[in-house]
């Protein structure tokens, strides 16, 4: 069946703009992460939701960062008033259930000028 | 110190030799993942381990995690080109769904 997707593949942006990403995760998983990697760097985690549960948003860097995931499924994560910092790669991964396999999109390199 | 160590950093090893990749951990693991990166690709799951003294294989890829859950190794026999990428480790070790990640094993194939 289908995986993660992730759109868009490559975002460039310039700083001080707003970003969306897009995270479809696979179908009839309750679990999804959001995870920043950047370059040669391993993962952090960012935001964290499971089914109807409030989020854990621990790992979010700053305000600038929110992220939202509608009817359990798709979700989003936004970047408001970019910083060139902000520049890396946004990993999102599913899981059926807490504590099971993380299966992860492709990513979306995000770079700001 | 890191909680979830990985080493070495960057490999580079002859096609057809076998390597050891090492994952260790500061803390008892109640699960270990291994994942394998190409760039511009996601994560790609290889194995998950978690009894200790566990030892899963996939083709060429053998995954252990030692009998105390500490630290996990990935071997890779007769190495290929295919095998070429960054190696994660990513730990569970709150019993919780969030993971530690080590920082990753650039390896490189040399023809």
């Known amino acids: ?113 | 110190s890191q909680e979830l160590e990985q080493s070495p950093q960057s490999l580079i090893v002859q096609e057809g030799k076998n390597l050891t990749i090492n994952c260790t951990s500061s803390k008892t693991l109640y699960g270990l993942y291994w994942y394998k990166q190409k760039y511009g690709e996601g994560l790609i799951f290889l194995m998950m381990l978690q009894k200790g003294g566990e030892e899963k294989s996939h083709e060429k890829i053998t995954a252990k995690l030692d009998e105390k859950k500490q630290q996990s190794s990935l071997h890779i026999t007769a190495s290929q080109p295919s095998h070429a990428g960054i190696y994660l480790c990513g730990a569970d070790m709150d019993s919780n769904y969030q993971l530690i990640w080590g920082a990753g094993t650039k390896l490189i194939i040399k023809p």
């Open chain 1, 1 to 113: 069946g289908a995986g993660v997707s992730q759109s868009p593949s490559n975002k460039v942006t310039e700083k001080g703009k707003d970003v969306e990403l897009r995270c479809d995760p696979i179908s009839g998983h309750t679990a999804l992460y959001w995870y920043r990697q950047s370059l040669g760097q391993g993962l952090e985690f960012l935001i964290y939701f499971q089914g109807n549960s409030a989020p854990d948003k621990s790992g979010l860097p700053s305000d600038r960062f929110s992220a939202e995931r509608t009817g359990g499924s798709v979700s989003t994560l936004t970047i408001q008033r970019t910083q060139q910092e902000d520049s890396a790669v946004y990993l999102c991964a599913s899981s059926p259930w807490p504590q099971e396999t993380q299966y992860f999109g492709p990513g979306t390199r995000l770079l700001v000028l």
